[in-house]
């Protein structure tokens, strides 16, 4: 399904305006408190101010009206520079976050923030959510809470043509691998080098990076021969990077919706337990009135949307 922006048709504007969900351009109130609907700009449509949900939030952030959000960047297709040079964002997690804000009443600032830095920052009090296309697991549910929006794994980036015939895991043992630090992609790889062992081939050569464009510049230039990241983002790059001509995305036919596929979402301090039940509240709206379908639509990955807001669902 391919996300609808302006202009568009009259007769699809006139559709869109009857929902709750309102386009931009459209107009309409709360139906529940009247309240006016606030434009979420980045994704480019409306959400309703919803006054229960925003009653219900910590008075600090009611008093405060800004939710700080920690986000690593450039992380697409969840984190990104609007353009090289500017500080403005754009993403899947952006514009969730603009429409979170905009149904809890409230502002979800972002800041870029290394992703290894990103956990500790929040329990030291600098953001009250992270929003970085984190993997809820329970190592980090012992220091965050998470409402998770996603389900998704790792898939593996490789040069444009795929000259080494990479398709699976363990075709990367042997070869430089890139990854970005601290991440579970790393940690997915650092466990698979036993099975290369067990197979009796020499082990991946894992090259760790600050960030994950950094990783995908030693793919390019040829240090890494493949770059493990989550499939979201991989077919992300493969799909736009120089026009789709500098990357491929290998395809695990025992693995499509990557490895060690598992729930993602928005970690919360566990110093604010009502940020978290109003944030899953407010996503589970967005999730029922097609907002977060349309806005992982806009993204290419429409398929990584669950129907259900949870809590703390880690598998492993």
């Known amino acids: ?87 403005d964002l754009t993403g899947l997690d952006y514009d969730l976050g603009q429409a979170l804000g905009a149904k ?39 220091l965050l809470d998470f409402v998770d ?35 579970n992609q790393h940690k997915l790889l650092s466990a698979h080098q036993s099975a290369c062992r067990s197979a009796g081939h020499r082990p991946a050569d894992i090259q760790t990076f600050p960030k994950d464009s950094d990783a995908q510049l030693a793919l390019r230039s040829g240090k890494v021969s493949a770059v493990v990241v989550t499939k979201p983002a991989a077919g992300w790059a493969a799909k736009t990077a ?23 979402g928005i970690a919360v301090s566990k110093q604010l337990p009502r940020l978290t039940s109003a944030i899953r509240r407010a996503l589970q709206e967005l999730m029922d009135d097609g907002t977060l379908n349309r806005i992982c639509a806009k993204y290419g990955v429409a398929g990584i949307a669950l129907k259900q807001a949870t809590e703390n669902a880690a598998v492993d």
């Open 1 to 87: 399904m391919k996300y609808i922006s302006a202009p568009r048709h009259a007769a699809a504007a006139v559709l869109a305006c009857a929902a709750t969900v309102v386009l931009a351009g459209c107009g309409a109130g709360d139906a529940r408190g009247g309240e006016p609907a606030s434009r979420d700009k980045s994704a480019d449509i409306a959400v309703a101010r919803d006054a229960t949900l925003h009653a219900a939030l910590p008075e600090r952030i009611r008093k405060a009206g800004t939710v700080r959000v920690a986000t690593d960047v450039p992380y697409p297709p969840f984190a990104m520079f609007v353009a090289a040079g500017k500080s």
């Open 242 to 264: 120089d026009g789709g001509k500098a990357f491929d995305l290998a395809a695990d036919p025992e693995a499509p919706a990557g490895y060690r596929a598992s729930p993602n």
């Open 149 to 183: 929006y996603s389900h998704s794994g790792s898939g593996i980036l490789v040069a444009d043509g795929n000259p080494r015939k990479i398709v699976t895991l363990d075709d990367l043992c042997g070869g430089k691998v890139g990854v970005q630090a601290a991440t």
């Open 104 to 142: 809890l009443g409230v502002t979800f600032a972002f800041t870029p923030t290394k992703f290894d830095g990103i956990v500790p920052a929040i329990q030291a009090g600098k953001f009250d959510v992270a929003m970085s296309a984190l993997t809820d697991n329970r190592e980090r549910e012992k």
